[in-house]
């Protein structure tokens, strides 16, 4: 299983956002934490031992539960990327494929 890019990068510490969380939101726990993020708590833990990233949906999750800038919530876990690329293959459209069905609806097609 590849690890995530973040993952590997040495200043990379999601047990201190999640510690800042913790202490912002006076809540005592993790499963406590979980339920205030709506994730299961096994998400939390695999966060908290590097298995797991902390995603988009998640950051975002966090900014509105706490109002903290999603630049602050990335700071805390020492994300320092300022620029975020797209695979390849992300953001392009479909090739079309080469033996497709003429469309009824459209008279043209069949001409």
Do not use: C, W
Not at 17 to 25: I, P, S, Y
Not at 30 to 59: F, T, Y
């Amino acid at each position: 299983m590849a690890q995530h890019e973040l993952i590997d990068q040495t200043s990379y510490d999601p047990n201190r956002l999640l510690d800042a969380l913790l202490e912002k939101m006076s809540l005592k726990n993790d499963a406590a934490l979980s339920r205030m993020l709506e994730v299961a708590p096994p998400v939390i833990s695999k966060i908290r031992h590097r298995r797991l990233p902390i995603g988009a949906s998640l950051l975002i999750r966090m900014h509105e539960t706490t109002e903290m800038s999603i630049r602050e919530l990335r700071d805390l876990m020492g994300d320092r990327r300022t620029k975020y690329r797209l695979s390849d293959a992300q953001g392009k459209p479909k090739p079309a494929e080469a033996n497709s069905t003429p469309n009824p609806s459209n008279p043209q097609a069949f001409h």
